[in-house]
């Protein structure tokens, strides 16, 4: 259920969502931490579900000493008026029994606040790979069906490649083809949703591995600039996004320092 | 996974894995069995005497969870008398069987989640957990318990235990600075704050996070003191830690500040040395 922080309902007429996919890594969740850290959004309401595990901390994008006291908590909704862009972040992982619930809320909230289009960042496992996708780029998409007459041709300009169907069973030719996206946790099922449902959804993902995926979420979030142009590239060198301090202390505590 | 320092961990994934059989139609039977289940699982509050308890308006509520936040308001609270159960928060899950839903209350000593009323001032109430709240049942939890009073100006107050190596900080901790708390309040919450707040990127998690959550998008003011402690049982020393917690509300809550060790006792026993190398 969406909980507004203010005492209306923000409009989203005609804004772009972009949400992550709790996948491996956690790559669109820390692409999603650098986007609203560096556009500096502002927090205008909570997804307050029991779906998602609870938890509660600080303000993960505190700037200043007097705004790192705000609470923020599992599945938060940002807002950008300006750029027509709301961000939704999710903090926790789904619990396994209700993820089709979690699906069901999300695909009914995207469309009683008619977002143009949905961007879902994701991830998949980079071992799973078979021998098309380990050559070239690791970044893939996904168009569902209404999004696909308005934006395949650009992102065929840009040289994005298409997440390849995967043969059910390899070698015999004819056989049935699917979409598998292995370790990509709700990815798959909702894009199906968006697909059956009609809605304008894109899903950007890149293979990786568990680790320390800062790297690769760099490369999600630049990818995805490329396409939405939400930050302007300077004309040398990448945009410069802001990690937000939440992410310190990524390999845990310091170092006791009688080791040395 | 092999972290910086180059140790192998065991890593679950937090993406979920893509489970086909989601994908199948699913028939009646397994959906009557789902149900069950979730039925079985449901988190509700059932109070002792008969009449009606909706009706009873809060102003204070204390929640305790965990072995040393219990303890702490067993030994420095309710030791002092003046408080009467009123209730108990009854659920079943794989770790909780004994407070699934009976009608006999749960035998003293038992792991249970009793709510208590404050007999002079009925208005102050306090919940102590010390049974085990499953992941999936803390939002139903979180719901029900704040669902349950009238509120009347309520404050809540969280007290709760973590362990210390959950603690990240750019320093070394060293053993003498343990243990202390930590605090997170709401954006209601106006009152004074008796220790730190919690730094990023330290985070909560659990029951006190479910609480804390819930009051926060419904505007209640609330707060969480969270008790970082290095010892791995209930220990005294931990629980008196909690003492300036409650010092915001000492106007509404008469404290036993030094508690005999008899009473201390039955709070700790439960890390005797059971045997060892040299006893």
């Known amino acids: 259920m969406f909980i507004s922080t203010g005492s209306g309902d923000p409009s989203f007429k005609g804004f772009t969502l972009v949400m992550p996919a709790v996948s491996v ?48 908590t599992n599945a938060e909704v940002y807002s950008h008026s300006d750029l027509k862009l709301a961000v939704l972040q999710i903090r926790t992982p789904i619990i396994q029994t ?10 009914s909230w995207i469309k009683s606040c008619g977002f143009v289009k949905t961007v879902l960042l994701s991830s ?36 994005w490649r298409e997440m390849e169907r995967i043969s059910l069973f390899p070698d015999i030719p004819d056989s049935e ?17 968006c697909c059956t449902e009609d809605i304008s959804m894109a899903v950007v993902l890149i293979f990786c591995s568990e680790g320390d995926n800062i790297a690769d979420a760099f490369m999600l979030i630049n990818h995805l600039n490329e396409w939405l142009h939400l930050l302007e590239k300077p004309t040398q060198g990448s945009v410069k996004w802001r990690v937000p301090p939440s992410w310190r202390l990524l390999f845990g505590s310091g170092i006791p320092p009688l080791l040395f | 996974m092999a972290t910086f320092f180059g140790e192998v961990l065991s890593v679950y994934s937090r993406a979920v894995e893509e489970d086909d059989d989601d994908d199948l139609t699913q028939n009646e039977e397994d959906e009557e069995i789902r149900r069950e289940i979730e039925e079985k699982r449901s988190v509700c509050v059932q109070w002792m005497s008969q009449t009606d ?53 749960p035998a003293p000593g038992q792991p249970a989640c009793v709510l208590y009323q404050q007999e002079h001032n009925p208005s102050v109430m306090m919940c102590v957990c010390t ?52 605090a997170l309040k709401t954006a209601t919450y106006t009152g004074a704050v008796a220790c730190p707040l919690l730094e990023q990127p330290n985070i909560i998690t659990g029951l006190s996070a479910a609480v804390l959550s819930h009051c926060q998008v419904h ?10 402690s290095d010892v791995t049982h209930p220990d005294s020393v931990t629980m008196e830690t ?24 039955k709070f700790t026993r439960a890390s005797d040395v059971q045997s060892n190398l040299y006893t």
């Open chain 2, 131 to 182: 049974c085990y709240v499953a992941e999936d049942q803390l939002f139903q939890w979180a719901e029900e318990v704040l669902g349950c009073v009238q509120k009347r100006a309520l404050t809540v107050t969280v007290l709760s235990d973590c362990v210390l190596a959950e603690y990240k900080a750019s320093d070394y901790l060293s053993g003498n600075s343990t243990p202390f708390l930590r």
């Open chain 2, 53 to 105: 308890k909706r009706s009873v308006s809060c102003s204070h509520l204390i929640i305790a969870v965990g072995l040393n936040a219990t303890g702490f308001t067993s030994a420095y609270v309710l030791s002092c008398g003046g408080w009467s159960a009123v209730g108990r928060v009854s659920l079943w899950n794989e770790r909780s069987h004994s407070s699934s839903r009976t009608d006999a209350a």
């Open chain 1, 98 to 107: 209700k993820v089709r619930s979690f699906r069901k809320l999300l695909v």
């Open chain 1, 25 to 72: 890594g956690n790559v669109g969740q820390l692409a999603v931490d650098l986007l609203i850290s560096t556009l500096n959004m502002p927090k205008v309401g909570y997804l307050h579900t029991d779906c998602l595990i609870p938890m509660a901390g600080n303000n993960p994008y505190a700037t200043c000493a007097e705004d790192a006291s705000q609470l923020s």
């Open chain 1, 124 to 159: 998949s496992h980079a071992y799973q790979r078979d021998d098309r996708q380990l050559l070239g780029t690791s970044l893939r998409y996904l168009l569902t069906p209404p999004l696909q007459k308005l934006e395949v041709q650009r992102v065929e300009e840009l040289g």
């Open chain 2, 242 to 265: 909690y003492k300036a917690a409650l010092t915001g509300v000492s106007a509404a809550v008469k404290m036993n500040l030094c508690p005999t060790s008899d009473i201390l006792q």
């Open chain 1, 177 to 193: 083809q699917r979409l598998y996206i292995p370790g990509g946790g709700v990815t798959k099922a909702l894009y199906t949703d």
């Open chain 2, 219 to 228: 505007q209640i003011p609330a707060v969480v003191y969270q008790c970082y």
